[in-house]
């Protein structure tokens, strides 16, 4: 069982980290009890809502139901089945975590004498998204998430600045359609969301027309 509901706040969109913070408060009361992937409450802002107005509307799923005020609860059971096609629009985060290498760091340790294991001269780092690479991306994700892509189109593409001034998170709205190839995957999808930065706004599966 799933909870729906929005959140009205005078936080303006771009505030992502106060945004988090203010759907975890109406949640569970600041976080308690909410450490578990599987419970973290999913929520993205309502594109009606732009920056400009200030403040924001926030859709929000949760396996709880909020402790907080709200001015509607919709409550639903989540069933997929095999082979079925569903529509969705999803804000994803459009960048991946990939290694590279830390040049000189090799070499100086060599110089010293010294056996350096190449492992310890990789570093992790987040590398957006070129326009050829999304749809092959998003097949793969959709994969480890029992659902096969049919076709997909972004319907706008933006940056969402972070709480550190020069920080910001590459972003897309896709619509998409999917066919269920295993439905057990694809409601934990549904519940959990999709793809990396879900604590920020994305990741949220909302049905389309």
Request: proline share 4%; net charge positive; with cysteine.
């Amino acid at each position: 069982m799933i909870y729906e509901f929005v959140v009205r706040s005078e936080t303006p969109p771009y505030q992502v980290y106060k945004l988090h913070q203010e759907v975890i408060d109406v949640v569970c009361g600041g976080g308690l009890g909410l450490n578990k992937e599987a419970a973290r409450p999913l929520w993205r802002s309502h594109p009606s809502v732009k920056s400009s107005s200030g403040g924001s509307l926030l859709l929000v799923r949760s396996s709880e139901p909020p402790l907080g005020e709200v001015s509607r609860v919709k409550e639903q059971a989540v069933r997929f089945e095999a082979g079925e096609l569903r529509k969705f629009n999803c804000r994803l985060n459009l960048s991946s975590r990939v290694w590279v290498e830390q040049h000189g760091c090799l070499t100086k340790d060599l110089n010293k004498g010294l056996e350096q294991d190449r492992e310890k001269c990789r570093k992790k780092v987040e590398k957006s998204l070129a326009p050829s690479e999304v749809e092959p991306w998003l097949r793969l994700l959709l994969n480890q998430n029992g659902m096969t892509l049919q076709n997909a189109a972004i319907v706008s593409q933006n940056r969402v600045q972070l709480k550190q001034r020069h920080f910001f998170i590459n972003a897309a709205d896709i619509v998409f359609v999917a066919r269920v190839a295993d439905p057990k995957l694809a409601e934990e999808a549904y519940c959990r969301g999709i793809g990396r930065k879900r604590a920020f706004g994305f990741g949220l599966l909302v049905e389309a027309e």
